[in-house]
């Protein structure tokens, strides 16, 4: 499960870091602030680079919206969580069938936050990619799902697959991941000649070999009326201060 992501970077920061890997950069109209907990049950808005357009980065809302129920997309996502995709089963899942055919897309973080089962409680552990150059973590490029509902409204998944050994630790429970492709299957993911078996090669063996960290966060972010979209957020607490 990946339900809160973070994007704490600058706009210019996020443009020049794509620079060297797929070079996008935002369309001039779209709004991007920052942000440090962004809840996915919220519906607001991931950053996405889409197939038939990846020079440029798009808004769109988290939680993906089939052409099925474009109708009626509030009542779809009030009794369907489609904030993440299982990549094992895009292909079989109507709400994610035909988006796994034509609609990929990437979806721009510089972090997550995943559930931690101690004792029966869930602590919430923040993820990211420390470099010797950005040691509060990298940008990376989720693999993700997107459908567009009106014109320039798209709405967006993020795929997720069976943890690797690191997050099965840290993600105890389900012991699920979300998929941070590494860098030379960008091209791929997003490529219209890309077959079901090989995208499915893509989704099994292409989590990003950059090493993560994670630490626990304060149990804020479970709770309700509480402003967590701040810097505290993400800063490492000791686990005898959460309860």
Known sequence: MCYSTALRKQREQIEKKLRDRI???FHPEIQFEPYFHLNGFTHGNLQIIKMDEPETIYNASWGLVP???NHNPEAFLKKSNTLNARGESIFE???FRDSAEDKRCLILADGFFEPHHENGVAIPYFCYQPTEVDKDGQ???????????DKDHYTATILTTEANE???????KRKRMPLVLDQHYYEDWLDHGMSEQELNE????GMSSIPFKAHPVSRDLYKKGIDTNRPYIVEEVQKDTLF
């Open 23 to 25: 070079n996008s950069t």
């Open 67 to 69: 052409d099925w129920a």
């Open 93 to 95: 899942k109507a709400s």
């Open 139 to 149: 940008l990376f490029l989720f693999a993700g799902l997107y459908n567009e509902l």
């Open 166 to 172: 690191f997050f099965a630790e840290v993600h105890n």
């Open 202 to 205: 893509i989704i099994a063996t």
